[in-house]
Antibody, heavy 117, light 110 residues
Framework: QVQLVQSEAEVKKPGSSVKVSCKAS????????FSWVRQAPGQGLEWMGR????????NNAQKFQGRVTITADKSTSTAYMELSSLRSEDTAMYYC??????????WGQGTLVTVSS | QSVLTQPPSASGTPGQRVTISCSGS????????VFWYQQLPGMAPKLLIY???QRPSGVPDRFSGSKSGTSASLAISGLRSEDEADYYC???????????FGGGTKLTVL
């Protein structure tokens, strides 16, 4: 069974950056597509971008262009999402999701990122 | 507001059948697959339906999806108390070159 384990909660200052990790186990990491989805408190889901490790191709939602970087380390089966120039509106739960053929069949437990001065 | 439109709430009594709609456009639902997710309170979302009407293994056949034109629906039959959750539709949007979600529907089992 595939398991995605995300890094711990973070508290960041406005203007700084955060890097969230998502370590996969139990599956063929390179063959999967990994997406990042966030959810602000009491709000809906928002897609941020995705990466296909085997192709080394990543694409991001237009809203986050220039602020988000999604990468993958095949050697450690870990996907990363880095968000820069943080503002209070970026306070949210950040989820990674992965699966074959672009299906988000497996989800991490979520990482709460709080942006506060 | 969200690119895909869902009703904010839905409700039903145990055993009933409820339907949740998801409306989009030619650049998303009209040209690509629809996915549905269930999010139980305090939990990560879970893939419920993929490619319009396919269920991942482990998802009961009480859940079914359909798509017609630029709209899609999720139907839940034999409603149970544990179905009380938020439900989201999603699709790829060619104009935005990204995945878009509906705003979510909170299902209450009365």
């Amino acid at each position: 069974q595939v398991q995605l384990v995300q890094s711990e909660a973070e508290v960041k200052k406005p203007g700084s950056s955060v890097k969230v990790s998502c370590k996969a186990s139990g599956g063929t990491f390179s063959s999967y597509t990994f997406s990042w989805v966030r959810q602000a408190p009491g709000q809906g889901l928002e897609w941020m971008g995705r990466i296909i490790p085997i192709l080394d191709i990543a694409n991001n939602a237009q809203k986050f262009q220039g602020r988000v970087t999604i990468t993958a380390d095949k050697s450690t089966s870990t996907a990363y999402m880095e968000l820069s120039s943080l503002r209070s509106e970026d306070t949210a739960m950040y989820y990674c999701a992965g699966g074959l053929g672009g299906l988000d069949a497996y989800w991490g437990q979520g990482t709460l990122v709080t942006v506060s001065s | 507001q969200s690119v895909l439109t869902q009703p904010p709430s839905a409700s039903g009594t145990p055993g009933q059948r409820v339907t949740i709609s998801c409306s989009g456009s030619s650049s998303n639902i009209g040209s690509d697959y629809v996915f549905w997710y269930q999010q139980l309170p305090g939990m990560a979302p879970k893939l419920l339906i993929y490619r319009n009407d396919q269920r991942p293994s482990g998802v009961p056949d009480r859940f079914s999806g359909s798509k017609s034109g630029t709209s899609a629906s999720l139907a839940i039959s034999g409603l149970r108390s544990e179905d009380e959750a938020d439900y989201y539709c999603a699709a790829w949007d060619d104009s935005l070159s990204g995945r878009v979600f509906g705003g979510g529907t909170k299902l209450t089992v009365l």
